[in-house]
């Protein structure tokens, strides 16, 4: 569900914010939560409630696989999408 909703919210930028400055750091979670407030700022409530609970407790690393699990799955539909595209713009 997490996964989804990252997937539903999450751009280009967000990604890779997540990626360069919290994904496997080990940043206290002082740290970690002023990152995520930046990127959060826009989102649903929704998610941003999902995670602040895991982050209160300590459950960073569930957060981590959601996001890499996202993170892999949008790269994919990128790809198809750019696929797609060049199938539409050349013929086949």
């Known amino acids: 569900m997490l996964e989804e909703l990252i997937l539903s919210e999450f ?4 990604y ?22 930046r990127i959060l700022k826009s989102k649903s409530k929704s998610l941003q409630d999902k995670f602040f609970l895991l982050l209160q407790e300590k459950k960073l690393k569930i957060l981590e696989n959601a996001f890499k699990r996202a993170r892999k799955r ?16 050349f013929g086949e």
């Open 11 to 14: 751009n280009e930028k967000d």
């Open 16 to 37: 890779t914010i997540f990626e360069q400055q919290i994904l496997d750091l080990d940043l206290p979670s002082s740290e970690v939560e002023h990152t995520l407030k």
């Open 74 to 89: 949008y790269k994919t539909m990128m790809t198809l999408r750019f696929m797609r595209f060049e199938q539409n713009e």
